[in-house]
C-alpha cells in the first residue's frame, strides 16, 4: 500500500497534536495537585487533629464545622475534570481563607476557677462579695478588658479597676471586690497586640 505524503504528514500532524494535549492535560492535572488537592489534604489534617472545647489550644463550638464546610467546596472543584485553571486557584484561595479563620477561633480565654468571700460592703442594702479567679490566656492574647472596658495588661499585670472597685492581677488571678449581689457574671474581652478582638467570654458568678 502506497502513502502519499500529504496523509503521512496528516497522520503526524494528529499525532502531535494528540500529544500536546495529552501534555496539557497532565500539566492541568499537575497543577490541581500541588494548588488545590495539597490545600485540601492539609486542612484535612488540620480538621482532624482540631478539638473543640473551652481549653487554651482548642477551638471554639461550631469551628469545625465551618472548616469541614470549607473542606467539602474545595473538594466539589477538586473532582471536577472540567475545573479551569482560574477555579482551581481561586478554591485553593478560598480554602486558605477558610483556614486563616478557624485558627482565629482558637480558645484564647480560659477559665480555671472562681471563688468569693462575704464583702463587708452594702449597696442600698443588697449584700456585695468579693470575687477571686484564676485564668490561662493563649500567647496571642496581649490584654483582656473585664466588664467595663477597663484593660487588663498581660504584660505587665498592672492593677485595673472594674465595676469602680479596685481589681488586682497577679499571674493571672483577678480579685474583684465589692461586686453587688444582683450581678451575675462578668466579661473578659481578649485582644492581640494589635488591639484586634480574639475573643469575648462571659462566665457566671458563683452564688
Do not use: H, W
Not at 492535572?29 to 485540601?40: D, F, G, N, R, V
Amino acid at each position: 500500500m502506497k502513502y502519499s505524503f500529504r496523509n503521512i504528514l496528516k497522520a503526524v500532524i494528529i499525532s502531535f497534536v494528540i500529544f500536546l494535549y495529552g501534555c496539557s492535560s497532565s500539566v492541568d492535572s499537575e497543577k490541581k495537585e500541588t494548588e488545590l488537592s495539597t490545600a485540601i489534604a492539609s486542612a484535612e489534617k488540620i480538621y482532624s487533629a482540631a478539638v473543640e472545647g473551652e481549653k487554651i489550644g482548642e477551638y471554639r463550638t461550631g469551628a469545625k464545622e465551618v472548616l469541614k464546610s470549607g473542606i467539602d467546596s474545595a473538594k466539589i472543584v477538586d473532582g471536577d475534570e472540567n475545573s479551569s485553571e482560574e477555579e482551581i486557584k481561586s478554591a485553593a484561595a478560598k480554602l486558605n481563607s477558610v483556614v486563616e479563620d478557624f485558627y482565629n477561633m482558637q480558645t484564647d480565654i480560659e477559665i480555671k476557677s472562681c471563688s468569693k468571700s462575704e464583702s463587708t460592703v452594702t449597696i442600698f442594702g443588697m449584700n456585695c462579695y468579693n470575687y477571686r479567679f484564676e485564668f490561662k490566656a493563649s500567647e496571642r492574647a496581649k490584654k483582656l478588658y473585664l466588664n467595663t472596658g477597663k484593660e487588663v495588661n498581660l504584660i505587665s499585670k498592672e492593677i485595673d479597676v472594674s465595676q469602680n472597685k479596685e481589681a488586682v492581677v497577679e499571674n493571672y488571678v483577678i480579685r474583684v471586690e465589692d461586686v453587688p449581689a444582683n450581678i451575675d457574671s462578668m466579661t473578659l474581652k481578649a485582644v492581640d497586640e494589635a488591639g484586634s478582638e480574639l475573643q469575648i467570654k462571659i462566665f457566671k458568678l458563683v452564688y
